[in-house]
């Protein structure tokens, strides 16, 4: 059975974003909690996919772990049994699903990077010529891979709004200069180097999503989820071909799905048990392939 909404009364609840159930644990510690939920163009569905909270949590942990040396981030553990007791008495809501993590002070833009063109990029691409306000050299195509990679950041919209793609130089305007700078970089490290990981297991990592924070010594830190299917796009390498679009173990079967019921991108949907199988296999699919392991669900 899905889980949809956390019932964890004895933890101080703090937020409930699109996906994740936010609780304070301590002074120093959060409780992030992946649940079943599922969003697409920003509208939670009213369905729940059974699993897909564990396994973004598992996708996560993955990278955090391979990414440390490139970036510090916020997970303290991922393993319940390392949790305080406050945390395990509702293991059975829990269990596989959570991250305790260090508090930060999160940043408000969200940091996108783009290797390829498509989605959103592609729609501004084909009406201006730029993505992000950057203007690109003309005659790209559906799916190709961009002259050089993008960081094209986005505001981040309170629950039930959309972001709003912004270029960088504006992002100063709202995280100040040091941290827009650091941000940047740090965001094209992270693609680049799991890139490269992901080449190596035949996956191109299209785009990806990533949100930072900042501790109380002023460093910049990795935050929230990092290399998921919910926020990035994986296609695979054996079956890539410019000037169409590509097949992908992320949310972009439900985005085409949601589409060809003429979606009003305002109301959740209940999704047909074949969509939310079939969004299920393409996530447990990714996870196999970068891992070369099953997920625990």
């Not at 959060?30 to 973004?56: E, H, P, W, Y």
């Not at 829990?94 to 989605?119: D, F, N």
């Not at 054996?238 to 991108?265: C, H, M, T, V």
């Amino acid at each position: 059975m899905a889980l949809i909404q956390t019932n964890c009364p004895d933890l101080k609840f703090i937020a409930r974003g699109k996906v994740r159930d936010i609780y304070e644990v301590d002074e120093h510690s959060l409780l992030f909690v992946a649940t079943d939920r599922i969003s697409a163009f920003d509208v939670i569905m009213k369905s729940g996919i059974a699993g897909k909270g564990k396994i973004l949590t598992q996708i996560s942990e993955f990278w955090f772990e391979l990414l440390k040396e490139t970036i510090p981030n916020h997970t303290i553990t991922c393993n319940i049994d390392q949790m305080p007791d406050s945390v395990q008495k509702y293991r059975d809501q829990l269990q596989g699903r959570s991250m305790l993590v260090r508090k930060l002070r999160i940043l408000p833009v969200e940091a996108i990077v783009r290797g390829y063109i498509t989605g959103s990029a592609m729609s501004e691409y084909k009406t201006k010529g730029t993505v992000c306000d950057i203007s690109l050299p003309s005659g790209l195509v559906e799916s190709q891979q961009l002259p050089e990679i993008l960081f094209t950041p986005s505001t981040k919209a309170e629950l039930g709004d959309h972001d709003e793609n912004i270029h960088p130089d504006k992002l100063a305007a709202i995280i100040g200069d040091r941290y827009s700078k650091e941000v940047a970089a740090a965001s094209l490290k992270i693609y680049k180097k799991a890139s490269e990981y992901a080449q190596s297991k035949g996956i191109i990592i299209a785009d990806t999503k990533v949100e930072f924070g900042v501790n109380e010594a002023g460093d910049l830190i990795l935050a929230d989820e990092v290399l998921t299917p919910d926020s990035s796009r994986f296609w695979p390498a054996k079956e890539y071909k410019a000037g169409k679009s590509q097949p992908s173990f992320d949310k972009q079967y439900l985005r085409d799905y949601l589409s060809s019921i003429n979606f009003d991108k305002k109301n959740g949907v209940k999704l047909p048990q074949t969509v939310m199988d079939n969004t299920l296999s393409k996530y447990i699919q990714v996870y196999k392939t970068l891992t070369g392991k099953d997920p625990v669900l």
